[in-house]
């Protein structure tokens, strides 16, 4: 079992839905979660993190934290073609030395007009 | 201004050569990073740096010696290139050792024929 699973995708949706992507873990260290957003050839950029369980909200973006279930979701509400782009989730077990991210594989999202 | 920046973008070359791919970044971060991201986008650490010490090398091969002149430069150097290597390698930097907010650069698209 990979230590980090990921809807595979590709996911197409049109613009203004709600939309949920999901990752598990099989690691229970891990303490913080993060989603990053890859545009077409460029570099991830960081969306957000969230330390532990819970939510977290910025703007349309929530990220929420299930360390029972080992598994994070981000929801977008409101969805724009401007966040066509592939997601990759990523854990760490706590910030340090020796300490690294462990990407899911991504998901690619394409929002229609 | 670019934060952290690649040279090259893209590298076409033939098995068997010899090439480097340079790192900078501007951040003022302590910590630096080379991940290779592969054809379905899984995204894969290969290198962590700390003020010019190696923190993290995840089994890569021998062929793949990473150099870090200061702290606001890491660069890339592949002996005897094979086909495998072919993928797109990304530097990234953080303000400490396996920092969840990262930065990434723009990426070196790696081809070898």
């Known amino acids: 079992q990979k230590e980090v699973e990921q809807d595979p995708g590709p996911l197409s949706v049109p613009e203004g839905a709600i939309v949920s992507l999901n990752c598990t873990y099989s690691?229970?260290?891990?303490?913080?979660f993060m989603w990053y957003r890859q545009y077409s050839r460029k570099g991830p950029e960081l969306l957000m993190y969230t330390y532990s369980s819970g939510n977290k909200e910025d703007g349309r973006f929530t990220a929420q934290v299930d360390k029972s279930s080992k598994y994070i979701s981000l929801f977008i509400r409101d969805s724009q073609p401007s966040d066509s782009a592939t997601y990759l989730c990523a854990m760490n077990p706590l910030t340090g030395a020796n300490s690294k991210l462990t990407f899911g594989k991504g998901i690619t999202l394409s929002v229609r007009p | 201004d670019t934060a952290v920046s690649q040279t090259p973008k893209y590298l076409v070359t033939q098995m068997g050569n010899d090439k480097s791919i340079k790192c900078e970044q501007n951040?003022?971060?302590?910590?630096m990073y080379w991940y290779k991201q592969d054809s379905k986008k899984f995204l894969k650490i290969m290198f962590s740096y700390n003020n010019k010490e190696l923190i993290i090398n995840e089994t890569v091969p021998n062929r793949f010696s990473p150099k870090s002149p200061d702290k606001a430069h890491l660069n890339l150097h592949i002996n005897s290139l094979e086909l495998g290597d072919s993928a797109v390698y990304f530097c990234?930097?953080?303000?400490?050792?396996?920092?969840?907010?990262?930065?990434f650069g723009p990426g070196t698209r790696l081809l070898v024929l």
């Open positions: 951040l003022g971060h302590d910590t």
């Open positions: 990234a930097s953080s303000q400490m050792t396996g920092g969840v907010a990262q930065y």
């Open positions: 690691n229970s260290a891990f303490q913080y």
